[in-house]
Structure formats: structure tokens, C-alpha cells
């Protein structure tokens, strides 16, 4: 594809429900990135995935929420028992370092509405 | 902790002038940054971006200067026209690739 995709754009779900947001990654990035913003937030990390490495957990802001990174693209932000406090955009965003830089890309975001 | 911030959270220009947005960030091992233009209901989208061994890089229409010093960043976008409003992000990119933005910037540009 043309750019990272994320679905669905929007969730509405009631607390306590477990709920996946999906994302595609342009083809060949390496590096995946998940971040949450709140309404007039700044963007907060909450994982990262690179090539077959380990990911980098360290932002997951409970044992509530999980990540994968199947085949070195798709991945799945899972967020078991949902709050109330999840209630946030959650974005995604994919990287290839190359020669000249550094450049990321975001996904639309799929804002997660929880009731 | 380490962090990255924004001075300023609404700024305000004349559209046709000159839109400077500031950003201090504290973690003097990180050698890159970003800046990240976000529209309403859009996600961020990458601007223009700076290695720790520079200290001006120019796009179009905008420039990013980095002072090392004092560890101060710095967008400027010249000529601002009614489509660079937008929330503007600074971020630095650590050692092991994690990528911490500041709060944003609101710009608004005036008629």
C-alpha cells in the first residue's frame, strides 16, 4: 500500500470487553511503532517493534495491553478488560533507516472509545 | 526523566509571516530529531528532521535549527499560509530508536 493502514477507525466498546486494533505497515519497513494520544495530548509511546528483535514494551501502561508483530508486518494492539481511561486515539507508525536519515510514518489512527 | 518539551502551547501569526515554534529537550545523548506537523484527525505526518552534527537543515518553506548548546530546537516556517495550521511536534530519537514527542504546539494563523 501507499502508507500505513490502522483498523478500525473508530471503536466504541463497553468497559471491560477486550478489544484488537490492527495495523499494515508499509512494505519493507522495518520498525514498528504503537502510540496512544488523548484528547490535546502529546503522542505517548507504548511499543516498538525492529526487525526479529525483542520488542521494546517499555511504554505499555498496564499488563492489560499486548502487542504482536506477526511475519514482520502486521501487528495487533490488544487491550484486555477495557477502561475507561483507554479512551484515546492509538497510532501506529512504521521506519526504515536509510542512508540519508530517518523517516517515520503514521497511520489515520483508530480512536477507541470506551463506554 | 529525560524529556522533550514545547514552550509554548498556542501560537498565533498573521498568515504571510514568519512562524517560529521552540522546543527544549533534556536528553543530550539523543543525536536525532524530529519535527511532525499533525492536522485535525489526521496522524502525524514527518517534516523535516536533524542529526545532532548540524545545526541548520532547510526544507521547503521551513528550516530546523538545533542548538546544542543550550539543547534548544527550533521550526521555522517561512510565509505561513492557512494550510500550516496544525499541531507541531518535536521529537528526539534516543540511542535504542524510541522516539519521545513533546505535548505540540498549536499553530493558528490569522488572516
Known amino acids: 500500500g501507499a502508507g500505513v493502514s490502522q483498523s478500525p477507525s473508530n471503536k466504541v466498546t463497553e468497559k471491560g470487553k477486550d478489544v484488537e486494533l490492527r495495523c499494515d505497515p508499509i512494505s519493507g519497513h522495518t520498525a514498528l511503532y504503537w502510540y496512544r494520544q488523548s484528547l490535546g495530548q502529546g503522542l505517548e509511546f507504548l511499543i516498538y517493534f525492529q526487525g526479529n528483535s525483542a520488542p521494546d514494551k517499555s511504554g505499555l501502561p498496564s499488563d492489560r495491553f499486548s502487542a504482536e508483530r506477526t511475519g514482520g508486518s502486521v501487528s495487533t494492539l490488544t487491550i484486555q478488560r477495557t477502561q475507561q481511561e483507554d479512551s484515546a486515539v492509538y497510532l501506529c507508525a512504521s521506519s526504515l533507516w536509510t542512508s540519508g536519515g530517518y523517516e517515520q510514518y503514521f497511520g489515520p489512527g483508530t480512536r477507541l472509545t470506551v463506554t | 526523566g529525560e524529556s522533550v518539551g514545547l514552550h509554548l502551547p498556542t501560537l498565533s501569526v498573521q498568515e504571510g509571516d514568519n512562524s517560529i515554534i521552540n522546543c527544549a529537550y533534556s536528553?543530550?545523548?539523543?543525536?536525532?530529531f524530529i519535527w511532525y506537523k499533525q492536522e485535525s484527525g489526521k496522524g502525524p505526518q514527518f517534516i523535516i528532521d536533524i542529526r545532532s552534527n548540524m545545526d541548520k537543515r532547510q526544507g521547503q518553506r521551513v528550516t530546523v535549527l538545533l542548538n546544542k548548546t543550550v539543547k534548544h530546537l527550533s521550526l521555522q516556517i517561512a510565509a505561513t499560509q492557512p494550510g500550516d495550521s496544525a499541531v507541531y511536534f518535536c521529537a528526539e530519537i534516543t540511542l535504542d530508536d524510541k522516539i519521545i514527542f513533546g505535548k505540540g504546539t498549536r499553530l493558528h494563523i490569522l488572516p
Open positions: 536528553n543530550s545523548a539523543s543525536d536525532y
